[in-house]
């Protein structure tokens, strides 16, 4: 007669066993129980493990339950460990099942040959020592990587992430004008300069035959000159270092110098045949660009102030820009070309251009230099042209380019950060700020309804001023410093001295 063996599961989940062959009767079962002689195991054969000893064990008294008669008794389970829900442990085989758990973390025992082989195996199918690349370990200590091993996976949580790859957190660039000003009858000629700011806080405007100068820090506005002629106009205006004097070109071929503290004019240079579209400062060498397409060097300090011509040009001169160094010259004229000039005359007594630029296919008017780099030059086309090239004026290379999609009208380098600033026309008469070297893109300023003629910077750095067709002049609060910084610099400005201590005549 077959016994059917029920007993729990770990989780208290009942199930039926396999029958028993050769099982004693349940009477005899209960007989040995009651009499306490040794009987077969209910799970006799199951299991070839003998029960784990535990170090608790139940109380083999006999119990009474209660409201039941003293004949009927019930006695707790005689083996140590069992239970209602695991009347028998000895199928559990927990010893078997703490020796797998114990031996998965305890570290292999392996022969230095099969290691290796195992390692051969490892570097050929991955490429590297699968051990070497582990990041956590449960047990035991780090292995430390031989001498002058790299691990590969480390870049990926250990390299710092570059500028160009990174988003920083950008500084805050307001999409508005900080203030706009009026400025009727100004020129809408492209190769006219009209707008400049001194060292001194003042802003330089020409419109048509007069020039303006405003006070950024009290909004004064005051005329320095108006052209005797009804038909002359001012070409262009630039200041000297110092911001005392400003050297206004005109379209009567004359090259004028003014004091503003006096409001008096010095002298009147007159050297070229035709306007006067640019003007540069280097010193007491103040630079003329003409129609002709010439190249003029007035020494202020002396009566005969012409003491050079540079002939590199066949037609108008609209970009002319000294380096901050002093040591080079850069014109851009409305035969595309960029020439680079010394600042010293050759062996044989004449001035040639250093290098001479032909890639551009528009007027170059835009001519900036790099104020961290001086050797860095930065040049825009015209509408024909359309692309910003900057340039290594040592070597004569184009370091990089892109194309603008519209007119380059002026560049300007900021000072506060490694970034320019380009003005341009149609069709979208906006600034743009460009990062250097990467030249993306950072920011758009839209606001004039007509094309930028000029752009120009405060003492500061922190604003640019721009001049457009739409007879407005807009200040742009786009290179502001943090508070921080900006006490640095005014601190390491003020340890600077004027080079230029000379009078002029």
């Known amino acids: 007669m077959a016994q059917f063996v029920f007993e729990a599961d770990l989780h208290g989940l009942l199930k039926l066993d396999t029958p028993i062959p050769n099982a004693p009767p349940a009477r005899w079962q209960r007989k040995a129980k009651e009499s306490g002689a040794p009987g077969p195991s209910p799970a006799a054969g199951l299991s070839p493990m003998k029960p784990v000893n535990r170090s608790h064990s139940f109380s083999k008294t006999p119990s009474r339950t209660p409201g039941k008669s003293g004949s009927k008794i019930q006695s707790t389970p005689t083996k140590a460990g069992g239970d209602r829900y695991i009347p028998n442990r000895s199928t559990m085989q927990m010893e078997m099942a703490n020796f797998l758990l114990t031996k998965e973390n305890d570290p292999a025992e392996e022969s230095p040959t099969k290691k290796e082989q195992q390692k051969a195996w490892a570097v050929n199918l991955n490429g590297f020592d699968i051990e070497e690349a582990k990041i956590l370990r449960l047990t035991g200590k780090p292995q430390n990587a031989p001498e002058g091993y790299q691990n590969n996976l480390k870049v990926l949580y250990s390299q710092k992430v570059t500028p160009g790859s990174s988003r920083k957190n950008g500084r805050y660039i307001p999409s508005m004008p900080d203030r706009i000003l009026d400025a009727p009858e100004i020129r809408n000629d492209y190769y006219l300069n009209l707008i400049d700011w001194s060292s001194q806080n003042f802003l330089a405007v020409a419109l048509d035959n007069s020039v303006y100068l405003w006070n950024h820090a009290s909004g004064e506005i005051i005329q320095l000159l108006q052209m005797e002629h009804p038909d002359d106009y001012v070409s262009s205006v630039s200041w000297i270092k110092e911001g005392n004097y400003l050297a206004v070109g005109t379209s009567n071929a004359e090259v004028q110098l003014w004091d503003i503290q006096h409001q008096k004019r010095l002298r009147n240079m007159t050297s070229h045949s035709s306007r006067v579209g640019s003007l540069s400062w280097n010193s007491y060498i103040l630079s003329s660009g003409a129609r002709t397409g010439h190249i003029h060097h007035h020494d202020v300090r002396v009566a005969e102030h012409h003491v050079a011509t540079l ?27 960029v020439n680079i000039w010394p600042c010293t005359q050759g062996d044989s007594g004449h001035f040639a251009p250093l290098q001479t630029f032909t890639q551009h296919q528009g007027a170059v008017k835009a001519v900036a230099w790099c104020p961290w780099q001086s050797n860095v030059l930065a040049t825009g086309g015209g509408t024909s042209d359309r692309h910003i090239r900057i340039w290594n004026v040592c070597s004569g290379t184009c370091l990089s380019i892109v194309d603008a999609h519209s007119q380059v009208c002026s560049i300007l380098w900021s000072t506060n950060y490694k970034e320019f600033i380009s003005g341009h026309g149609f069709a979208q008469n906006q600034l743009v700020i460009w990062k250097y070297p990467t030249m993306a893109k950072v920011t758009e300023l839209r606001g004039h309804t007509a094309r930028v003629l000029n752009l120009t910077m405060s003492p500061d750095g922190a604003t640019v001023a721009s001049a457009a067709a739409d007879e407005t002049l807009r200040l742009w609060r786009c290179f502001e410093l943090d508070p921080i910084k900006k006490k640095e610099k005014e601190k390491a400005n003020s340890a600077k001295s004027s080079i230029i201590h000379q009078g002029i005549r």
């Open 311 to 337: 002939a590199g040009h066949t037609q108008e001169v609209c970009g002319l820009k000294w380096s901050l160094d002093g040591r080079y010259l850069a014109s851009g004229g409305n035969d595309n070309l």
